[in-house]
Structures are given as structure tokens and as C-alpha cells.
């Protein structure tokens, strides 16, 4: 039987036997509004990004809400020796930045979320650099795609990953043990956009809507009142 969204069942069940047990060790839970997310269907899960350790953690909340991860990697990663392999089997999808082939990420994620599955996007492009770890300015392809495609975008905010792995260590802080906070939103409206060709401004207003979104999620994680507009690295 074919498992076009998800990995072979070898793959998929080595992957829930390590990082299960891994991330209840390294962590604890604050999870909250998993029923928010949708058990069947396309649909693109839109996450803040603080950590390299975050899209680990970020699975097992998916997964135990019914919902295998489709994962969006740098393309390199999937050369590393063992682990280019393993993400390649549990069906992750290379990102081509900045060569003529950088448009077959997002191909890739439409045909995955026409085989119903849940792509795990992170609007940000990387983690974020904002001083104070709110989300940065969002790239575009997370709102081409649900726009192209119709899929629902759900925003999902998390908290406490940095503080088990701060952004360019390498050594995690495993004392004291941290908490993993996940709040999950309802979907995004992106209706005002429906039947507008997806030209610059338009996919730039639906970013910033869904960036806003996943801000709110992690201001209510935070407790605290969120930056009146997303940090932008590159100054504009």
C-alpha cells in the first residue's frame, strides 16, 4: 500500500522509537490547542523557528495530534553521511536556495499536499534573529503555496527550545530540564486573497498575516505583548 505523505513504516517507526522517549527525557510539555489541528487533509503547519532543536521537538507534538511532518531541510543536509540518508527516507523535502533549482521545494510541498499531507513551513527561513526571539519578517513561499494551493495554514507558536539549544551552539543545555511550550492557532484567514494573482504585494500582505498569527500564538506562550511589527534583519 502506497504512504505518499509518510515515510516506509521501518523509517517511520525507528524515527517514533528514538525521538520519543529523547524528547520526554530532554523535556517537558506545556502543549496546548493540538486539537486545533487538522487529522486529515492538506495542510501547511506554519511554526516559529528559535533552534536547531525545534523541528524534532515540533514532530512529536505533530505526530501525537495525528499528524506525520513533512519536513522542509537546507538541500545540503541531505548529502551528510546517515543522516542525509534518514531524513531523505522519512520524507523530508530539500530547499535549493539561491540556484536555478530553488523553486522545487515548494513544487514538491504542492504535490505532498495534494496526497493530503502536513507540511511543516517556517515562514522565517531560519531562526530567528530577533533580539528578544520574536518572529523575524516572513519569506513568501509559505503564502504561495497556500494561495496556489487552497491548503489551510495552521500557525503554531513554541517556546523553550532555545533554552535547550540555543541558535549556533552545539552543546545542549540539558540542567535544569526545560519546558517545551507548543500553542497552536485557529487557521489563518487568507480569504481577502482569494482570486488575486499572486503578485509581490499580494504574497507579502498574506505573509505578514501569517507571521502576525504565529506572533500571537507565542505572545499568549510568553506572556507578554508582542512587538508591533516583525523584526527585519535586513533593515528595510
Not at 21 to 31: A, M
Not at 116 to 122: E, H, K, M, Q, S
Amino acid at each position: 500500500m502506497s504512504r505518499p505523505t509518510r515515510p516506509p513504516r521501518f523509517w517511520e517507526t525507528l524515527a517514533v522509537v528514538i525521538v520519543k522517549p529523547l524528547s520526554r527525557l530532554l523535556v517537558k510539555r506545556d502543549w496546548r490547542h493540538g486539537e486545533r489541528i487538522p487529522r486529515t487533509g492538506g495542510v501547511i503547519i506554519a511554526a516559529n523557528h528559535l533552534s536547531w532543536t525545534d523541528p524534532v521537538l515540533l514532530s512529536h507534538f505533530l505526530y501525537n495530534n495525528g499528524r506525520w511532518p513533512i519536513i522542509l531541510a537546507k538541500a545540503g543536509v541531505f548529502k551528510a553521511p546517515v543522516i542525509g540518508h534518514a531524513i531523505k527516507e522519512l520524507r523530508a523535502i530539500p530547499v535549493h536556495r539561491g540556484s536555478s533549482e530553488a523553486a522545487r521545494s515548494l513544487h514538491d510541498a504542492a504535490e505532498r499536499l495534494r496526497q493530503g499531507g502536513a507540511i511543516l513551513f517556517y515562514p522565517e527561513g531560519t531562526c530567528t534573529r530577533d533580539p528578544d526571539l520574536w518572529p523575524m519578517v516572513g519569506k513568501t513561499g509559505a503564502a504561495r503555496l497556500a494561495l496556489e494551493s487552497g491548503a489551510q495554514v495552521i500557525p503554531v507558536a513554541h517556546w523553550g527550545a532555545h533554552e535547550l539549544l540555543p541558535y549556533g551552539e552545539k552543546r545542549p543545555r540539558l540542567f535544569p530540564r526545560k519546558t517545551f511550550r507548543v500553542s497552536v492557532g485557529p487557521p489563518v484567514d487568507l480569504s481577502r486573497y482569494e482570486g488575486l494573482p499572486a503578485h509581490a504585494e499580494v504574497l507579502r500582505e498574506a505573509t505578514d498575516d501569517i507571521v502576525m498569527a504565529i506572533t500571537a500564538q507565542l505572545a499568549e506562550l510568553r506572556g507578554e505583548k508582542a512587538p508591533e511589527a516583525p523584526y527585519d534583519p535586513a533593515g528595510r
